[in-house]
């Protein structure tokens, strides 16, 4: 039996409609991905130099009475997680797996702060204390971006909690993305000598170096944070938005089969009622 040409032909317009929303959407995701991709890999060797720096200094000099407040390693108190997720969805199983690693790394007495919409939605129903937000956007971040998070992240630690870690999705390859938690404060001491440091001379001293590296250091790891973020978020939705514009094409041409099926059908019925009239 013939099916109904009319919502044939509705479903048809439907599937292409959304096969050109979907393709735009991965053209306008793969015109962000390129910048923050080439972003990232820059980023890298200064994020990877700095830290380097900080546990070559630490681990290789004598600091004397040095203290620090990145330093401080207090024990028991509340944990600071700051996590990174994307404002809007389309873009696959990234927030998913973002907020399944989320409810396994809260515990009680955890405090939020939340850099995308859905983080913050997400951890109010976990029913953790959410103390900021801030939107991911949909340009690629500044680095000021970072200071307001900065700014709590010095009032809270080491005065009103004993860790900061921060979560993000770490961006690997366009195929390829992670989440990922990573412990930013308190600084970890090495225990041993750096291996092939060198001599190496500060001035004016090595406790007056680290003075000042150390806020670039946690700038630098929240920054690589954000944009790895950002960038895994553009591609994951460029990947889905390709895979959704395949699968609607997919079911344009099907139901296009059906539908000129379905015509002939139609018309060969009509024929035979006219050729058996004619008898």
């Known amino acids: 039996m013939a099916e109904n040409l009319q919502v044939l032909k509705k479903r048809i317009k439907t599937s292409q409609n959304i096969a050109q929303i979907a393709k735009a959407m991965e053209m306008i995701a793969a015109s962000k991905i390129k910048r923050a991709q080439s972003a990232v890999e820059k ?3 200064y994020a990877g130099k700095i830290t380097e720096t900080v546990k070559r200094i630490t681990a290789t000099s004598d600091l004397g009475d040095f203290n620090h407040p990145y330093l401080r390693a207090n024990k028991g108190g509340k944990k600071l997680l700051i996590v990174f997720a994307p404002d809007k969805g389309l ?4 927030p998913g797996n973002v907020f399944r690693l989320l409810a396994g790394a809260v515990a009680s007495g955890t405090v939020i702060v939340a850099i995308g919409k859905k983080a913050a939605k997400y951890s109010t129903r976990l029913g953790n204390q959410l103390i900021a937000s801030f939107p991911m956007g949909g340009a690629f971040p500044a680095y000021g971006t970072i200071y307001p998070v900065m700014e709590i992240i010095n009032q809270q630690f080491p005065a009103q909690v004993s860790q900061v870690d921060i979560l993000f999705t770490e961006f690997k390859s366009m195929l390829s993305q992670t989440p990922v938690v990573y412990p930013l404060l308190p600084v970890t001491v090495p225990t041993g000598g750096a291996s092939g440091t060198g001599n190496y001379l500060f001035e004016p ?10 806020p670039r250091y946690v700038e630098a790891k929240l920054y690589s944070a954000i944009i790895q973020a950002f960038t895994s978020e553009q591609a994951a939705r460029m990947v889905a938005m390709k895979n959704a514009k395949d699968n609607a094409t997919d079911i344009s041409y099907h139901l296009t089969n059906r539908y000129n099926r379905s015509r002939q059908e139609r018309i060969t019925g009509e024929i035979l009622d006219l050729a058996n009239g004619a008898a």
């Open 91 to 94: 873009c696959g199983g990234l």
């Open 205 to 214: 001293s090595p406790s007056s170096v680290l003075q000042d590296l150390l």
């Open 43 to 45: 980023n890298r060797p």
